[in-house]
């Protein structure tokens, strides 16, 4: 099956965000948390770009990404209240990307 247009939105959307979250991996704020939270926050924006991989070749294993990657970022922000705009503005596209993303699911190709 061919990628609908909404999914194309999606991964490029998701990859610009990759591009722009990238630095902030090596930032003060950042390392400030602790020793670990940089490569924490790396491995978050990773997977989040291995995601958007996922669903352009659009793979079931990317939603699912997707999904863990979501809930793992939100968490992370959480715990070290780093919570703004910027956040519920993150979390309200994210929730949006997800039920696009869930309702083509089923059509999805569920090999690797």
Not at 32 to 56: Q, S, T
Not at 71 to 100: C, E, R
């Amino acid at each position: 099956m061919t990628r609908p247009k909404i999914i194309t939105f999606i991964c490029i959307i998701g990859y610009l965000s990759v591009v722009f979250t990238f630095p902030q991996v090596f930032s003060p704020q950042i390392k400030k948390l602790g020793v670990l939270m940089p490569a924490i926050y790396g491995i978050l924006v990773a997977a989040n770009f291995i995601a958007c991989v996922g669903l352009w070749y659009f793979k079931q294993w990317g939603v699912q990404l997707y999904l863990i990657s979501v809930f793992a970022k939100t968490l992370f922000y959480l715990l070290v209240d780093q919570v703004g705009f910027g956040f519920y503005f993150n979390i309200a596209i994210s929730v949006i990307f997800m039920f696009i993303l869930l309702r083509f699911y089923p059509k999805m190709d569920p090999n690797l």
